[in-house]
């Protein structure tokens, strides 16, 4: 099997730079391949311009809207005849349904409704969601995560703060970090009764926290987006979580 017979996938990355590295890393390990030529057929925008997205949902003074950029770079990724679109960016999806309204062929992988997906197929019912601000204010992930069944919870204030230095003051501002940045926050959710976290921002997939934590799964959107996006494109992919697909 070659990728002549896949459809073409595009991303729309910059949001931010480290986050999409490591969704290009992953959509490459989670294929299934006997030699290079199998591998998907990849289109990468990095567009770090783009204007933060949390800024904007929170309505930020002075904040400009990331929709009309992505909106250019999807349209752009399709003229270049990519069918299966992705960006790595959580809070991005809270208006994906705007971003890919200008397209005619081409379709997003819509990161959250999957990793709810995954939840639900865990046996979770209550989620710890670790996530920007503006992912937050939007109730994006407590909506779907009703559709599901699942209660969402989120950090409470302090833990909040912590989550937000991880993202804005450490990774995207290229500072120290490491797998136990978010221990005291996961610690807390799990005393209130979760039984799944979620890493709901991308910038939090590179910290290396570990599949489980205590017992409870630990389930990263950027894992689940690349699992789909090979999925999506039609090329068999390993298994995410153990889960059949």
Not at 108 to 133: N, W
Not at 215 to 226: E, F, K, Q
Request: aromatic share 4%.
């Amino acid at each position: 099997m070659t990728n002549e017979m896949f459809k073409k996938l595009g991303i729309i990355g910059g949001l931010g730079p480290a986050a999409s590295a490591r969704l290009l890393r992953r959509v490459t390990e989670f294929t299934r391949v006997t030699c290079d030529q199998d591998h998907l057929d990849i289109t990468l925008l990095s567009r770090p311009q783009i204007p933060d997205r949390t800024a904007y949902l929170l309505k930020q003074p002075h904040a400009e809207s990331f929709i009309e950029p992505m909106q250019e770079a999807a349209l752009e990724l399709e003229k270049m005849g990519c069918t299966v679109l992705a960006t790595p960016c959580n809070t991005a999806h809270a208006r994906i349904s705007d971003i890919a309204r200008p397209l005619t062929s081409a379709h997003f992988v819509k990161m959250i409704s999957e990793t709810l997906l995954v939840a639900s197929r865990l046996g979770c019912t209550r989620c710890g969601i670790l996530a920007t601000s503006g992912t937050r204010a939007t109730r994006v992930y407590d909506d779907v995560c009703e559709a599901h069944g699942i209660k969402a919870v989120w950090p409470d204030d302090m833990g909040q703060d912590i989550v937000t230095g991880v993202i804005y003051d450490k990774v995207k501002a290229g500072g120290d970090f490491d797998g136990h940045s978010l221990d005291v926050v996961i610690d807390a959710l799990i005393a209130d009764g979760c039984d799944g976290i979620i890493l709901a921002c991308t910038e939090l997939s590179v910290i290396g926290c570990p599949a489980h934590y205590d017992g409870v799964p630990i389930i990263d959107a950027l894992d689940v987006l690349a699992q789909r996006c090979v999925l999506a494109c039609g090329a068999p992919a390993y298994p995410l979580y153990g889960l059949a697909d």
